[in-house]
């Protein structure tokens, strides 16, 4: 490796090139997982009871931003997708796409937050994968992770929705649209910038306490498309909607002068650190309490209701007292005039 | 965040909102013609305070909207030039040509870029000497002057690779178009960008020569609640106006700088406006001694014969003559991920605003 | 149209403000401005990474006032309709 400061093919080859790689940089930092790692499967056993299974791709550009990187995102994307839905994640994969040409001491920090963005999560990366392609044919480094995770105790049915009712509340466990303020601010092709960190975070110690603190009807993540998008979704085509309350909804100073000056609306802007739950009312206030004293929700918020008045659409009560329509974004949103 | 926080007081929007119930009793039609005052209204739900029988529309003020086809045909031409690095305002990214959009332009390998700023597009150019880089002028009176110090600053520069295609506009003949086609109107929310550069004068012949008031307007809830207000106490006392309620940046002489740039850089032509036709010096040319740096003198290239689609009321709407959920295509065949018409495509286009922000009755 | 936004400028340097909105911070060109320049403090509106006017803290204050007045009067109104018990328009 050491002959060595950027990829070659030859590092995608299946060759010795490819073997130094592996043996010198991911075994290096993923260590734990030796035994599996090069044989064609990692042989597992994951406990009894349901399991949740779940893959996700990660081109984020720039590869690394305020906040975070592509490798802590790959990790902690791949554990919060377990997470919301009630599991406790154990085990992950990693396939990397490499641009030719890309830096190994680059490739090496990103692997190195991956190593450690998983062993504070305490899960292990058990398989992986490497391809380089040619220059061009890549932005630098694609990341496809896929984890394995056990369904907790009483958690079966959190991912469906099956339990949400009229009544129960609706919380988030902090402020939105930090994830892609960062990432656009530090792509830096604007004239427009922001000190606003990426919300990047594994919440599966969060969503774990929320699970067994009971009267959990429904988590999901708040990636891409942002909270407007889990809550059109989590009310499409069923017997209840949302109210929506825009004063609760914490949004950094940051994140709000960035949205001014795009003309983005904060609530279709991508997290990476926010979950959003329904619970039932009687277990709220224990619940909120609890978020608030965990370092990944102190700015937990009461955000809205579900409700039977309007069935399928989320009301957005405004902070000037007006009500507006909530939709599913349509497309990505660019800079703009006007 | 000063300036806007204190314009989106509850109380504020709240008292203005029953002011409004109290005072208004007779029916008022009045069009905002700035597509960022749809948008606004919309944003914070302003709508659903306003009683029934008071009607906003939305009007042409959206640049994207009122843009010809044929203009982005050309845009499209230019950019399968090979030497060409076409750069542009987001909002025209997906708006559709006759068979192609910049967009899709950009995903079959032309060199197009989203830009901020037409000062992205100068530092375009002299990074890539080697190349053309033509910018496309959209927008009303305060975008012009950007693209005209632009110029100015390219020239200075010796920037001589870079040249703009205008499809520049002024709002005037447009308010009073919409008026001469038949648009029933007590009264216009005026735009309070625009008059930020031109000033409250130029909208005098509205109330003078058509009996309607114009309140020029911020874009902050309050601002807005005031505005139609303004226009309800105008309408009560049958005294039209042109009043201003953005004081903080309008003025009745509006940015001489900025009007003087204008007029150094541009003259006006006949322009052709989606909805409303051909108007009278209404575009903004650039002068021929600019015409280095005019895209459209520079490069003669072939341009596609225009195809309007069949069944979009764009026109209509634009006009407010007919709402978005009137048009067959609304929702269905047109939506903001696959526009149909330019309504659509910018996000403050009426159809637009409407699909995102359907007001709740 | 025009998304235009007002921005307090932070510094000079040439024709150009380094500005900041809330927590967000952007570039001006100060070309179009008429008059005195504006200085660090002031508030400026921004389009398209230039300045168009800067922003009149007088006109902006007795904006406020008057919203204070409709506030009052309606208030006020609020109050003598809860006395005579009738709507007052």
Redesign the interface.
Known sequence: MKRHTHILLGHGSGGRLTHELIKSLFLKHFRQADEHFLTDSALLDPGKGQIAFTTDSFVVDPLFFPGGDIGKLAVAGTVNDLAVSGARPLFLSAAFVIEEGLSIDMLETVVQSMAREAANAGVRIVAGDTKVVERGKADKLFITTSGIGQILPGAGNIARAAEVMPGDLILINGSIGDHG?AVM?ARNQL??????VSDCACLHQLTELAVAHGGLHFMRDATRGGLAAVLAELCENRPFGIDLFEEKIPV???????C??L?FDPLHVANEGKVVMVVSREKAPGLMDMLRQHPLGGQAAIIGTITENHPAKVWLHTAVGGTRLIDLPAGEQLP??? | ????D??R?R??VL??A??IR??S?KPLRIMEV???HTMALRRFGLHSLLPDHIELISGP???VCVTSRQFIDQAIALSRQPEIILTT?GDLNRVPGSSSSLEQEKARGGDIRIV?????ALTIAAQNPEKQVVFLGI??E??S??TA?GIL?AQMAGLFNFSVLSAHKIMPPAMAALIDQGVNLHGYIG?G??S??TGSKIYDFIPQKYGLGVVISG?EP??LM?SV?MLVRQRETHRPAVEI?Y???VTREG????QQ?LEEVFELRDDWWRGLGVLPQSGMAIRTRYADFDAGKRFSVEIEPTREDKGCLCGEVLKGLKKPTDCKLFGKACTPSDPVGACMVSS?GTCAAYFKYVTIQ | ??????A?IERIEGDTAIC????????A?L????GQLPQPGD?V??????A?????EE??A???R???A??E???Q??EEERQTGQR??
């Open positions: 303020m601010a004239s427009i910038g922001t000190d606003v950094s100073d940051g994140v709000r002068g960035m001014e000056l003309g703009r005039i006007c | 965040m000063k300036y806007i204190e314009y007081r109380e504020h008292a203005l029953d002011l109290r005072e009793r700035c597509g960022g003020g959206c640049p305002y901020y700023s037409i000062l992205d927008g009303f305060t975008t002057p950007a110090a600053k735009p960008h625009v930020t550069i874009f309050t601002d005031q207000y309620q004081n903080r940046v940015n001489l700088k900025a740039l403050e | 149209m025009c998304l235009s936004v007002p307090r900041s909105v809330g927590g967000a911070t952007c570039q060109s070309q179009l401005l008429e508030y509106l921004i389009h398209t990474g230039f168009i006017q800067k922003i009149s006109e902006a007795e904006t406020l008057i919203f204070e409709f506030d009067l309606n208030q109104l609020d007052i328009v």
